[in-house]
């Protein structure tokens, strides 16, 4: 009926009790106007009592919650996805004619009958639609090839796929791997390499590769990885520059192994984001130079991060951790070692110090006879100035005084007393992976819960809501719920904690297995929280920092209040300088604190860009950044067709790869799907009766109708 294969209602109560109700309602209306004062018409009775109990049965809905559900049975036809290649790297000559044979492929599609059950798209850095009388929308200028589109782009369509066919060289250039994705789907994918597989006579950047902090004034490694084909023993001269100034040369000889390391002694002057560009020069008889180049950005931090330890009094936490900091030639450490209420170790400390201090260690800090302003100096650091710290609970902390800094801690404590616990880091699985647990042992959980015991005082420490347990403690084996290492991130304020004293003996007791787990967790713990921009208020970024022209630059950003509630209100604009040009990007609000926004140029040069956030005119934050566009065209640096990605492909999805020379066959394979694959679909639908607004305002107009008779007709 209809055409609806299934009619029916459900209850929240048995329907018994409903169909009882509506029995009952019905016949209260009738005894209501079985009598009427004064008397009126039969057919006014009717009317009246009609009016009531339908009025009466549409509230009797909200009680009993009927569902309404109607089934519609869909025949769905088949489709076959098709998506053709339309980046830059379609334009190399590499003699295969990879532009006609694409347009060639649409053209034999456009003529069969398989073009009613078809759909083309283009896809390079995104996916669009393509009508067969709009090939001019072929162009080849994409400036990225994405895979990883194709299949986001299938995924919950709800269309009846019957096949993917992609038309590609293979080469990703920006995404991931989708081969995985593609398995799961079920749908046969099917692949036509566009290109040559010879390798040709070349030599390529293949990699560059630089460690994650770099410190100005500090040499550090910075390691090309050359590569050639057909040009062993040949000399090759690899240039490192640092913002388009030369930094360091050296020449070399190709190796026979087609692939090899060169590594620069980089030491940079300044801090801030530098662009380092290496390339190879070029040779003679190159099938291309457009790979002899490659860029990768750099965030170099100021040259010393200045450490401050801070100690109650002496003690061997305080020698380790000294030593550790003292270890690292980025670090310029000092301390202030309390001996007595009025007398230091340090003779020529000054408060001066605490102004310049990046990061804090508080060593059994507070002491019961710390100086208070030199203690109020150090909370109005941490709390106004945002400083982070490093707290131990070492011999001597006062912890009646700690509670002056208990907001900026990553714990509370209550029921103070003067008993400590001996207990073992009880790391759990998964912690695995932090950056401050790393270690040199072959297990690393096994490392850190095998550590000699140390002593926790016997307080009730919690955890606050932002802050992350990295270990909780153990007590002859067994795990407690208690914490023992502590992370802290609550807007630009960072801190760690260690909740027990005598963590020396971490070190001593690693010593004889050439453990590197002491150092390397203060080390990393200086790193972690000298950490910059990771919560600002308002954080702006490209999506890359290197484009190729014809890509667009994307930009997101992230807007934040004082409390870090995301501000989903704001106005966001983007200035960005470079290729000769000037440029303002609004970036469009995406809720929840989110924007984003892209910049078409096809002004080739490195670009920087400055961010503001406003709200209602008062400026909440600003960012900064910088990118490249069109030095270097990764469409053009791999000049093969990936044959081995493409056979992949397909073969994991149970379809099939074929050379460009040979896909008239796929047609009739694709007939044969479209054959199998016409299959019917049950649509459901529901219509939740009781809460239709429609349904309540009949309701009330029944009564109102009711109401109004009744005084017409003069009725008591």
């Given at each position: 009926m209809f055409n609806f294969e299934k009619i029916g209602i459900n209850f929240s109560n048995p329907p018994l009790y409903f169909f009882l109700f509506l029995i009952l309602l019905a016949g209260y209306s009738f005894y209501v106007y079985r009598y009427t004062v004064p008397q009126i018409t039969p057919a006014k009775k009717i009317f009246l009592t009609?009016?009531?109990?339908?009025?009466?049965?549409?509230?009797?809905?909200?009680?009993?919650?009927?569902?309404?559900?109607?089934?519609?049975?869909?025949?769905?036809?088949?489709?076959?996805?098709?998506?053709?290649?339309?980046?830059?790297?379609?334009?190399?000559?590499?003699?295969?004619?990879?532009?006609?044979?694409?347009?060639?492929?649409?053209?034999?599609?456009?003529?069969?009958?398989?073009?009613?059950?078809?759909?083309?798209?283009?896809?390079?850095?995104?996916?669009?639609?393509?009508?067969?009388?709009?090939?001019?929308?072929?162009?080849?200028?994409?400036?990225?090839?994405?895979?990883?589109?194709?299949?986001?782009?299938?995924?919950?369509?709800?269309?009846n796929i019957a096949s993917v066919v992609i038309v590609s060289d293979g080469v990703i250039t920006e995404g991931s791997d989708p081969t995985y994705t593609a398995a799961k789907l079920g749908i046969p994918v099917f692949t036509i390499g566009i290109g040559d597989t010879t390798a040709r006579n070349d030599i390529w950047v293949k990699n560059v590769l630089a460690n994650d902090l770099i410190y100005a004034g500090t040499p550090t490694s910075i390691v090309a990885t050359i590569s050639n084909t057909g040009f062993a023993d040949k000399n090759a001269t690899v240039t490192l520059y640092e913002d388009g100034t030369l930094s360091s040369q050296q020449k070399i000889i190709l190796s026979s192994d087609g692939v090899q390391n060169v590594n620069f002694t980089y030491t940079p002057?300044?801090?801030?984001?530098?662009?380092?560009?290496?390339?190879?020069?070029?040779?003679?008889?190159?099938?291309?130079?457009?790979?002899?180049?490659?860029?990768?950005?750099?965030?170099?931090?100021?040259?010393?991060?200045?450490?401050?330890?801070?100690?109650?009094?002496?003690?061997?936490?305080?020698?380790?951790?000294?030593?550790?900091?003292?270890s690292d030639s980025n670090l310029a450490v000092n301390s202030y070692t309390q001996i007595s209420a009025d007398h230091f170790i340090e003779k020529n400390f000054t408060t001066k110090i605490i102004d310049s201090t990046n990061i804090f260690f508080l060593v059994g800090f507070p002491d019961k006879n710390t100086p208070q302003d030199l203690y109020q100096k150090v909370i109005a650091e941490i709390a106004q100035n945002d400083k982070p710290f490093f707290i131990v609970l070492s011999n001597g902390i006062d912890f009646q005084r700690l509670k002056a800094l208990q907001s900026e801690l990553g714990f509370t404590f209550n029921n103070i007393n003067s008993d400590y616990l001996e207990i073992q880091p009880n790391v759990s699985a998964g912690e695995e992976n932090n950056p401050l647990l790393q270690n040199n042992s072959d297990n690393i959980l096994d490392a850190w819960n095998n550590l000699p015991p140390v002593y926790q005082p016997n307080i009730d420490f919690k955890a606050k809501p932002e802050s992350e347990i990295l270990s909780q403690i153990k007590i002859n084996n067994s795990p407690i719920n208690k914490p023992l290492i502590l992370t802290r991130i609550l807007g630009n304020k960072r801190s760690i904690s260690v909740l027990a004293k005598d963590i020396w003996r971490w070190k001593l007791g690693t010593a004889m297995k050439n453990l590197d787990l002491f150092d390397r967790f203060i080390l990393s713990s200086v790193k972690w929280l000298n950490a910059k921009g990771k919560n600002k208020q308002v954080t702006i970024r490209t999506t890359k920092k290197v484009y190729s022209l014809g890509e667009n630059i994307?930009?997101?950003?992230?807007?934040?209040?004082?409390?870090?509630?995301?501000?989903?209100?704001?106005?966001?604009?983007?200035?960005?300088?470079?290729?000769?040009?000037?440029?303002?990007?609004?970036?469009?609000?995406?809720?929840?604190?989110?924007?984003?926004?892209?910049?078409?140029?096809?002004?080739?040069?490195?670009?920087?860009?400055?961010?503001?956030?406003?709200?209602?005119?008062?400026?909440?934050?600003?960012?900064?950044?910088?990118?490249?566009?069109?030095?270097?065209?990764?469409?053009?640096?791999?000049?093969?067709?990936?044959?081995?990605?493409?056979?992949?492909?397909?073969?994991?999805?149970?379809?099939?790869?074929?050379?460009?020379?040979?896909y008239k066959s796929l047609f009739e394979t694709l007939r044969n799907l479209d054959n199998a694959s016409s299959k019917d679909k049950i649509e459901t639908s529901e219509i939740y009766l009781w809460s239709n607004t429609w349904l309540l305002i009949v309701a009330i107009i029944l009564f109102g109708t009711e109401w109004f008779l009744r005084k017409r007709w003069g009725l008591i």
């Open positions: 009609f009016l009531r109990a339908l009025a009466l049965i549409l509230l009797l809905f909200v009680f009993f919650e009927p569902v309404l559900t109607l089934a519609r049975k869909m025949t769905l036809n088949p489709v076959n996805l098709v998506f053709v290649d339309n980046s830059r790297s379609i334009q190399i000559n590499d003699g295969m004619n990879r532009e006609s044979t694409e347009k060639n492929f649409i053209n034999d599609l456009n003529k069969s009958d398989l073009k009613k059950n078809s759909e083309i798209f283009t896809f390079g850095s995104k996916v669009s639609n393509l009508k067969y009388d709009s090939l001019q929308q072929l162009n080849f200028s994409e400036g990225s090839t994405n895979f990883a589109n194709i299949f986001n782009s299938i995924n919950g369509n709800g269309k002057k300044t801090s801030g984001e530098k662009k380092l560009t290496v390339t190879v020069s070029n040779t003679k008889s190159e099938f291309t130079f457009a790979n002899n180049k490659k860029i990768v950005y750099v965030n170099v931090l100021s040259s010393k991060v200045n450490v401050l330890i801070l100690a109650g009094s002496p003690s061997s936490d305080l020698s380790f951790i000294k030593n550790t900091l003292k994307e930009f997101t950003g992230q807007v934040y209040d004082q409390t870090f509630n995301p501000v989903s209100n704001a106005d966001v604009t983007v200035n960005c300088n470079g290729g000769g040009g000037s440029y303002q990007i609004h970036l469009n609000s995406l809720g929840n604190g989110l924007y984003d926004g892209s910049l078409q140029t096809n002004q080739a040069g490195d670009y920087k860009y400055t961010g503001n956030a406003s709200l209602k005119g008062t400026l909440i934050g600003s960012d900064y950044g910088s990118f490249n566009l069109g030095e270097v065209d990764i469409e053009m640096l791999n000049p093969r067709m990936d044959y081995d990605f493409l056979n992949l492909l397909a073969n994991q999805s149970n379809g099939r790869f074929y050379y460009n020379s040979n």
